[in-house]
């Protein structure tokens, strides 16, 4: 997770989903760092990431961090630091907790009423300002963007790395599948 600076505007608006998608895009190219799930908060960001070890996820999320608040601070027209403090991370070692992890990061927004901040988000199923529209684990079925909805047009699902660790890619699997409408508590 990294947490803006208290000055910083709110993440969810689109010129700051549309830099957070070219950081992202940035990170595509490392095969020892992978941004497999991404949810953009009003002042935080979630993410899901497989590193080959220690010092790619260190040197993988400074540059991620770098690149991003570089592109906030384009996007937003200001200067100075972005995040609050270094990434927090957690390393994930089981289904069930790989499972959880899931649910928390792409229904994120529920846990903090953005779902409920305006008509549009509550007839949503799932988060544009996530990679939830990527998974492909919902209890519901897949979910597409609706053919000629014009809230959704030129939308850009946010860029991904296809997971490679049996965990993110099966294994949470053994716990069943994720509904679009849980509500995460504590991770």
Request: aromatic share 8%; proline share 5%; glycine share 6%.
């Amino acid at each position: 997770m990294l947490r803006t600076c208290k000055d910083v505007p709110r993440l969810r608006r689109g010129k700051t989903y549309q830099a957070i998608a070219r950081a992202l895009r940035r990170t595509l190219g490392e095969a020892a760092f992978r941004v497999c799930h991404t949810s953009i908060q009003r002042n935080h960001l979630h993410f899901l990431i497989e590193a080959n070890d220690q010092a790619a996820l260190s040197h993988g999320m400074r540059s991620l961090a770098i690149t991003a608040a570089r592109a906030i601070n384009e996007a937003l027209g200001r200067k100075g630091r972005v995040f609050a403090y270094r990434y927090h991370a957690t390393a994930i070692s089981s289904p069930r907790q790989m499972r959880n992890a899931l649910s928390y990061v792409l229904n994120n927004w529920r846990r903090h009423d953005e779902d409920e901040s305006s008509e549009a988000a509550q007839r949503a199923a799932l988060d544009p300002y996530s990679t939830a529209l990527a998974f492909r684990g919902w209890r519901e079925g897949v979910f597409a963007i609706p053919d000629g909805d014009a809230r959704l047009a030129g939308y850009e699902p946010l860029p991904s790395a296809a997971p490679e660790t049996w965990l993110l890619r099966v294994g949470w699997e053994r716990h069943g599948p994720i509904s679009a409408y849980d509500v995460p508590g504590q991770l």
